[in-house]
């Protein structure tokens, strides 16, 4: 071994403390029917005293269930993984997702506009706004500022409507996203969800899918694209993550195109062009950018002490989660119930995105050269 591919080695094995330097790689791992478990944190390089930590500190916030997987298996399982509830906007990152099959085989073609495709809503888009592509929906970058049919998105920041030129400028827009799932079923001719579940669910083999639960909401009067909504377990929030991880191979099988996880996640709009500034305040420290659909980590310089360069993350309103860290060979996903019990009179039960920041920096820094886990 040269000098230069000894220091890669020793670099990798100080970031993984996983594969002894020299030593062949062993075959990716997938879980079956259920996942296997760790069952001894330390033989993985992790602290159990540290994650005994994060569990106490998980007992005291709204946590309806946390799994972290490294190398396949579960080092980690907080509260039901099995409990279903809505993903909120994680479900935009899951889209992206499964745009992969049809932009590959050419039923999608992300650079066709709006007005190639004949695609309008309530009240009419002018002749710019339909000069807006497929692939402006998926990187929020479309300067299309209808009214989206649900809340929960940055449009009070918006600028007007009409001042924007189409791929200029990234607004996190719900109108963006239910029109991205709009041409999705009418590009591939398919229901989101059925799609969901021969694509994505059937071949990981999702322990908790049910197509029944799954179904649109909003204001029609406000949009005819609705929000297309994802309720799943925890468990399978994970195997979501560990495709994406694998890069979109399960098992023997190419579930997703090669190249199309490196290609949603790379940062296409970064940290410090976020409107409005808030965005960049999401998370004590961190530094999420935006890439199609999902959030990704941006920084400044490559930095090989920085396990989280190249990491990526599906985000949700209230605390739903699901994050990939490469360097780690690791999937976090995190769940919270808004509402376990349906009882509306009861307070909505959520994270903030800087206890969630909390929660990452705890399992990263309970990783520890297994000879010495204590």
């Avoid at 509830?85 to 992206?96: D, E, G, M, Q």
């Avoid at 929906?137 to 189409?166: M, Q, W």
Wanted: glycine residues 8%.
């Amino acid at each position: 071994m040269n000098g230069l591919r000894r220091i890669v080695c020793l670099l990798a094995c100080s970031l993984a403390f996983s594969t002894p330097c020299g030593a062949q790689a062993a075959a990716p791992v997938f879980p079956g029917t259920d996942w296997r478990h760790i069952a001894q944190p330390e033989t993985a390089g992790y602290s159990p005293q540290k994650l005994a930590m994060l569990r106490n500190y998980l007992s005291s916030l709204d946590t309806t269930a946390l799994m972290v997987v490294t190398g396949g298996h579960v080092l980690f399982e907080y509260g039901d993984p099995a409990h279903v509830s809505v993903l909120a906007s994680a479900r935009k990152s899951v889209l992206a997702m499964l745009y992969g099959k049809y932009v590959h085989d050419g039923t999608i073609k992300l650079d066709r506009t709006l007005a190639d495709i004949g695609f309008d809503d309530i009240k009419g888009l002018s002749a710019t706004e339909k000069q807006a592509t497929v692939e402006h929906l998926l990187t929020a970058r479309s300067g299309i500022y209808h009214p989206a049919a649900n809340s929960g998105d940055d449009t009070a920041h918006a600028p007007e409507r009409g001042s924007v030129a189409p791929g200029t400028k990234h607004l996190y827009n719900n109108w963006d996203f239910n029109a991205a799932g709009a041409v999705f079923e009418q590009l591939a001719k398919r229901d989101i969800y059925d799609a969901f579940g021969t694509d994505l669910a059937q071949p990981l083999g999702m322990q908790d899918f049910d197509r029944a639960r799954q179904r649109k909401t909003g204001n029609r009067a406000r949009s005819q694209h609705l929000a297309y909504h994802l309720h799943l377990s925890t468990r399978d929030m994970a195997r979501l993550g560990l495709l994406m991880l694998r890069e979109g191979r399960w098992q023997d099988t190419q579930v997703m195109p090669a190249g199309w996880s490196a290609r949603i996640t790379r940062v296409i709009t970064p940290y410090d062009e976020l409107i409005p500034e808030r965005r960049r305040r999401l998370g004590a420290g961190e530094r999420w950018g935006y890439g199609h659909m999902w959030w990704t980590w941006d920084t400044p310089a490559a930095d090989p002490s920085d396990v989280m360069a190249g990491a990526y993350t599906a985000r949700g309103l209230g605390g739903q989660y699901i994050t990939v860290i490469p360097r780690l060979d690791m999937v976090i996903a995190h769940k919270v119930d808004p509402r376990p019990d349906g009882d509306r009179t009861q307070p909505r039960r959520r994270i903030t995105a800087t206890q969630y920041g909390v929660i990452i920096r705890m399992i990263t820094g309970a990783r520890c050269p297994s000879a010495s886990c204590k």
